[in-house]
């Protein structure tokens, strides 16, 4: 299983992690171990870089994600 190549960067994932949050497991399982071409963080790092992301920017928040991509062109 492929591992998202932004994992060890997300701010998103090592907050939940640090927090001991129960929702990491399922973002984890759903998108940084294999799904990650459907994470919306994902979508803006390989178009822009990590550090373009917005904090509270949710895996599946699509639609902002356009909007930052679009934004950022």
Known sequence: MNTCEFLSSCILYNDLKERGSVILK??????CDGG????ARFIVSKN???NRVSRDLFPE???EACKMLDEQN
């Open 36 to 39: 990650y071409s459907e994470c």
């Open 61 to 63: 928040d699509m639609q």
């Open 48 to 50: 822009h870089g990590p």
């Open 26 to 31: 399922h973002i984890k399982e759903d998108y």
